[in-house]
């Protein structure tokens, strides 16, 4: 059974970090395309960071860019989601999602086969 677990979520200052895991198990992640994704009240679902399957080509969300930093562990079935300088905007509720092979749109939720639970993120004072 393919299950996605995040975790690492929580309340931050402006300007701080966090780093958001993302666990797999029921299949192997290094043959999968992986998604972060996010949803603030109010609004739809939208893509932040994606990592890919073959050679692990990165994609960031303009507004990200420069402060997040997707990497996977394969050793540990695990993909990160390491947010830096973070922003009040940046609060909302965090997804992982993943895909076998590759997407040709990183921002579309629906290229996503598989999806966790969701991790909030509050950055405020």
């Known amino acids: 059974q393919v299950q996605l677990v995040e975790s690492g979520g929580g309340l931050v200052q402006p300007g701080g970090s966090l780093r958001l895991s993302c666990a797999a198990s029921g299949f192997t992640l290094d043959t999968y395309t992986i998604g972060w994704f996010r949803q603030a009240p109010g609004k739809e679902r939208e893509g932040v960071s994606c990592i890919s399957d073959i050679d692990d080509i990165t994609y960031y969300e303009l507004s990200v860019k420069g402060r997040f930093t997707i990497s996977r562990d394969n050793a540990k079935n695990t993909v990160y989601l390491q947010m830096n300088s973070l922003k009040p905007e940046d609060t909302a509720v965090y997804y992982c999602?993943?895909?076998?092979?590759?997407?040709?749109?990183?921002?579309?939720?629906?290229?996503?086969?598989?999806w966790g639970q969701g991790t909030q993120v509050t950055v405020s004072s």
């Open positions: 999602a993943a895909t076998p092979g590759l997407v040709s749109d990183p921002r579309a939720p629906s290229e996503f086969d598989y």
